[in-house]
T-cell receptor, first 111, second 122 residues
Framework: QKEVEQDPGPLSVPEGAIVSLNCTYS??????FMWYRQYSRKGPELLMY????GNKEDGRFTAQVDKSSKYISLFIRDSQPSDSATYLC???????????FGKGNQVVVIP | GAVVSQHPSWVICKSGTSVKIECRSL??????MFWYRQFPKQSLMLMAT?????????EQGVEKDKFLINHASLTLSTLTVTSAHPEDSSFYIC??????????????????FGPGTRLTVL
């Protein structure tokens, strides 16, 4: 079993729809959770960061972490064509532990 | 957020030459930086962890003599691809670790990525 599982998609939605992305993980030591957005031929951009369990909202983006289920989610409300990108989940246990990444989920928002 | 730059953004070189890629943290000090490579439509693959003032730690299967990493200061890490070959053509991305504790007790342990360097070896 991989440390982090993420369905690579692709996921196509009409403009204005809600995009729902998720990752599952197996390492119960993970406590730092991130979502990155990566446009084609660019480096990943940190989108959302959550420490331990809970929800975090930033504008149209909401990140949720459920440590009991080892499940994290990212929701994008009122999706825009500019949201078309690959979204990577990442997590770590902290200390000197490196980030464990999901494979990335390609999202296409159709105007 | 923290800003990480990379230089060059793209490079084309002949087979057998060496290429150096620089990664800089612009507005913060990074004791730890990471180097990744990414093939088209694939996720990031960690190559090595670079710690300021010490030798880099390479992932299994990554040749340390081919991919030389130097972390000379708290704001600069370099990756040199020695004797590059066409199979080394890839997208190389660095990141810098940011770890801090807020006065409220929350900790942040994350990575900020550079914009990447596209290497093409002819």
């Amino acid at each position: 079993q991989k440390e982090v599982e993420q369905d690579p998609g692709p996921l196509s939605v009409p403009e204005g729809a809600i995009v729902s992305l998720n990752c599952t993980y197996s390492n119960s030591a993970f406590q730092y959770f991130m979502w990155y957005r990566q446009y084609s031929r660019k480096g990943p951009e940190l989108l959302m960061y959550t420490y331990s369990s809970g929800n975090k909202e930033d504008g149209r983006f909401t990140a949720q972490v459920d440590k009991s289920s080892k499940y994290i989610s990212l929701f994008i409300r009122d999706s825009q064509p500019s949201d078309s990108a690959t979204y990577l989940c990442a997590m770590s246990a902290g200390g000197n532990n490196r980030l464990a990444f999901g494979k990335g989920n390609q999202v296409v928002v159709i105007p | 957020g923290a800003v990480v730059s990379q230089h060059p953004s793209w490079v084309i070189c002949k087979s057998g030459t060496s290429v150096k890629i620089e990664c800089r943290s612009l507005d913060f000090q990074a004791t730890t930086m990471f180097w990744y490579r990414q093939f088209p439509k694939q996720s990031l693959m960690l190559m090595a962890t670079s710690n300021e003032g010490s030798k880099a730690t390479y992932e299994q299967g990554v040749e340390k003599d081919k991919f030389l990493i130097n972390h000379a200061s708290l704001t600069l890490s370099t990756l040199t691809v020695t004797s590059a070959h066409p199979e080394d053509s890839s997208f190389y991305i660095c990141s810098a670790r940011v770890f801090k504790k807020t006065s409220g007790g929350e900790t942040t342990d994350t990575q900020y990525f550079g914009p990447g360097t596209r290497l093409t070896v002819l």
